[in-house]
C-alpha cells in the first residue's frame, strides 16, 4: 500500500530488528505546574487517568510495572521486546541521580531495549541531556515534549508556564546531540481554530524534531477544562471535520518527519466530549481513505508558503 504519511510503524520496524512494543511507566513524577513551582493545578485539560493503562500503577516500582506490562503484552506476541515509556506527568523533573537511577533500573529488566522519556521542554538542562546523550550511544533514547501550541497566548491559557520559545531551545539543544527527539501537539485547544493550526503546521515542522505526536483537543472530567465547557460549552472537532483539518495539516509537514499518531483515546467514562465512538484503528482507517481518495499525501504543500 503506497505510503501517505511517514508513519511511525514503519519507522520503528526499521529501528530494531525485532517488534517492539511501549510499557507505560508511572515513575511517581510530578510537574512544576502542579507542585506550586511555577503554578498549581496543571495543565486545565490534563487528568493523567486518561491516558495511564490499568498496568501502570505509581504505587509499585518500575520493575514491577515493566513485569505487569509484560505480561499484559506477551500473551498475544510472546516474543517481543520492549521500551520503556516514562509517560506520566514530567518524567525529568528531578534530581539527576534519582533520574539516572530511574533510567537504568529500566534498562536492566529483561527484553527493555530502550527508554522513551515524556516531558516538559523546561525541565531539561545540558548535565541531564548530556548524560542521555551518553546513554543513547548504547541503547535507544528517545525524549518526548509535551508543546501542545506553538501560540504563546494559547500556552498562556491552558497554563504550560513555558512558552514555545522555551520549546524550542529544548528541541534544539536535544536534537543537537543527536538524540531522537519527538513533540507532542494537541489540535483544536480553545481559541485555536482551524486557520490558526495549519499556520503552526510549518513552524512545527521547521523544529528539529524526528517525531511528532497529535491528537484531538479532548475534555474530560475533573479537569479544569471540563468546569469551563460546562459554563460555557465551545466547540469542538467531529470526526469528519478533524480528519480534513489532519489532511490539509499534514500536508504542511516536510516529508521527514516521522508522524506517530493523530488521535487518543479517553476512557469512555472520562471523556465528556467529543465522543466519536471509534477505536484508534477505526480512526486511522477513516483517515487513510480521505487521503487516499483526495490525493493528500505528506509534505505537498510544504516549503511552499501555504
Known amino acids: 500500500m503506497e505510503q501517505l504519511y511517514n508513519d511511525f510503524g514503519h519507522w520503528i520496524r526499521r529501528q530494531f530488528p525485532f517488534r517492539v512494543q511501549k510499557i507505560s511507566i508511572d515513575a511517581g ?10 503554578s498549581t493545578g496543571g495543565c486545565i485539560y490534563c487528568n493523567n487517568s486518561a491516558f495511564n493503562p490499568s498496568y501502570c500503577d505509581g504505587r509499585k516500582t518500575v520493575t514491577e ?3 505487569d506490562g509484560k505480561e499484559f ?18 518524567n525529568t523533573y528531578g534530581n539527576i541521580d534519582r533520574l539516572k537511577s ?16 515524556g516531558t516538559r521542554p523546561d525541565c531539561v538542562d545540558n548535565e541531564l541531556l548530556d548524560y542521555l546523550d551518553r546513554l543513547s550511544r548504547h541503547t535507544f533514547v528517545l ?6 501550541s506553538a501560540n504563546d497566548n494559547t500556552l498562556r491559557y491552558i497554563n504550560r508556564s513555558h512558552t514555545f520559545d522555551c520549546a524550542r531551545k529544548a528541541v534544539e ?30 513552524i512545527i515542522s521547521s523544529l528539529p524534531i524526528d517525531i511528532l505526536k497529535i491528537h484531538q483537543m479532548q475534555i474530560v472530567r475533573d479537569t479544569r477544562l471540563a468546569e ?41 467514562d472520562l471523556l465528556i466530549a467529543p465522543k466519536w465512538g471509534l477505536k484508534n484503528y ?11 481518495e483526495n490525493n493528500i499525501s505528506q509534505g505537498q504543500l510544504a516549503d511552499k508558503g501555504a
Do not use: W
Open 65 to 67: 510495572q515493566l513485569r
Open 282 to 292: 477505526e480512526f486511522t482507517n477513516l483517515l487513510n481513505n480521505y487521503l487516499k
Open 228 to 268: 469551563i465547557y460546562a459554563e460555557k460549552p465551545f466547540h469542538v472537532y467531529t470526526v469528519d471535520e478533524y480528519i480534513h483539518l489532519i489532511g490539509k495539516y499534514i500536508q504542511r509537514l516536510r516529508p521527514s518527519l516521522v508522524l506517530e499518531r493523530f488521535v487518543s483515546q479517553s476512557p469512555a
Open 173 to 202: 539543544a536535544t536534537a543537537s546531540r543527536g538524540i531522537v527527539t519527538g513533540a507532542h501537539i494537541i489540535l483544536g485547544l480553545p481559541g485555536e481554530d482551524e486557520n490558526e493550526s495549519l499556520r503552526q503546521a510549518p
Open 73 to 90: 503484552f506477551s500473551r498475544k506476541y510472546p516474543d517481543m521486546k520492549y521500551l520503556a515509556y516514562f509517560q506520566a506527568h514530567t
Open 102 to 117: 530511574l533510567y537504568e533500573e529500566a534498562l536492566s529488566c529483561d527484553d527493555v531495549v530502550g527508554i522513551v522519556i
Open 143 to 148: 525524549i518526548e515534549y509535551g508543546i501542545e
Open 29 to 38: 513524577f510530578t510537574c512544576p505546574n502542579r507542585d506550586g513551582t511555577l
